[in-house]
């Protein structure tokens, strides 16, 4: 990441995303979550600013970010009136994650081998009434 104003994803960045989208994290998932893992904390100003997405890519993001456990979010009260800020921290590091996705994606293939194979056993029933 670049350091500018605030932390800002590169090219070398978009290497990751494209990984992570190619076991089937959604990008502004993977952006999200590449983007809170270089912060100590953020806000969804922050986030939106430097993964190059849209408030509700974002807000979405993170909910999914929380529903796994990887990420809290706390308010940030304002001075006077309005709503408060959320800040967000990742709590899981990003080996873990990307253990806890390996896990995943293995149970997925175990599956699908399972269904090829009782697949392979059905149509071979068929192929013998011939």
Request: hydrophobic content about 30%; glycine content about 4%.
């Amino acid at each position: 990441m670049k350091r500018k104003s605030s932390y800002v994803l590169d090219e070398t960045d978009d290497r990751v995303v494209k990984l992570f989208m190619e076991l089937g994290v959604p990008k502004n998932l993977a952006k999200t979550l590449l983007y809170i893992s270089q912060v100590e904390e953020c806000r969804s100003a922050d986030v939106e600013r430097g993964a190059n997405l849209r408030q509700p890519e974002v807000s979405v993001a993170m909910q999914e970010l929380r529903r796994r456990g990887w990420a809290t979010k706390r308010d940030l009260k304002k001075k006077g009136k309005g709503r408060p800020v959320h800040v967000y921290r990742l709590t899981t590091p990003l080996s873990q994650i990307i253990e806890e996705l390996e896990k995943e994606k293995m149970k997925e293939m175990d599956n699908i081998k399972e269904s090829l194979n009782e697949l392979k056993e059905l149509i071979q029933k068929y192929e013998k009434r011939k």
